[in-house]
């Protein structure tokens, strides 16, 4: 943050309209200068590279979707080069997967256009101290990619044996059918289970069933 404890903030976004508006509306707030506007991704890292004459943001406030390079690639370039940059990504996207990349790419939030004036304001502290700020919404999606994510690797962990079972599971047998198949005892079946549901971080056996559909696993008869 400068000397006179104002911050810092750059702003990228494809739409003249939005860069405007959130220009129009921060040079409102004596708290805040905006010090750099970048149409597409690979503007913004090149401003950062020529070297903004105020310095480094404190704060990028970063769209999403934008042609070229995305504001997830954006993202996870500029931090690689500056790890100390706070980037709140600010879409109209809600996608599970579009959460989580931004965050696994470095964003420090999530936050929807359709926020407040108020709540644009608190994010933009927040990220100035590393302090996430995201909706409810933001973090189930979140939660719910990270969940994705990891199921759609986890085949990966899993033993043989768990994926016999896991394709017994998806063929809608019970317990005593799967044992009865694999010539191992209820309990054991029972176990695996529980290793398969903590593995692929999924809650029943519904789920289980899904992920092995999606992966194409099951042999459709």
């Not at 220009?23 to 070297?51: D, H, N």
């Not at 990220?127 to 759609?152: C, E, I, N, W, Y």
């Not at 005593?176 to 529980?194: D, F, Q, Y």
């Amino acid at each position: 943050m400068s000397g006179t404890n104002t911050l810092k903030v750059m702003i990228v976004d494809d739409h003249d309209m939005v860069r405007t508006g959130l220009r129009t509306y921060l040079m409102l707030e004596p708290k805040f200068e905006v010090v750099a506007e970048a149409s597409s991704g690979q503007a913004a890292i090149s401003l950062l590279e020529a070297g903004i004459a105020s310095g480094i943001p404190d704060v990028i406030l970063m769209d999403l979707m934008m042609p070229g390079m995305d504001g997830i690639e954006t993202t996870r370039q500029m931090i690689a080069k500056y790890p100390n940059l706070k980037i709140i990504m600010l879409t109209s996207f809600l996608e599970d997967d579009k959460v989580y990349g931004a965050i696994e790419a470095g964003a420090v939030s999530y936050v929807l256009k359709t926020v407040s004036a108020e709540e644009l304001i608190y994010a933009l502290h927040g990220a100035v101290k590393g302090m996430p700020v995201m909706t409810a919404d933001v973090s189930q999606a979140l939660t719910r990619g990270l969940r994705q994510r990891t199921a759609q690797s986890g085949d990966e962990e899993l033993t043989e044996r768990e994926k016999e079972v896991l394709l017994l599971i998806a063929e809608g047998r019970s317990n005593k059918e799967i044992g009865e198949e694999l010539h191992i005892s209820v309990k054991t079946v029972k176990t695996h289970v529980s290793n398969l549901l903590m593995k692929c971080e999924l809650e029943d056996r519904t789920q289980l069933a899904v992920l092995a559909h999606r992966k194409g696993w099951v042999k459709n008869t």
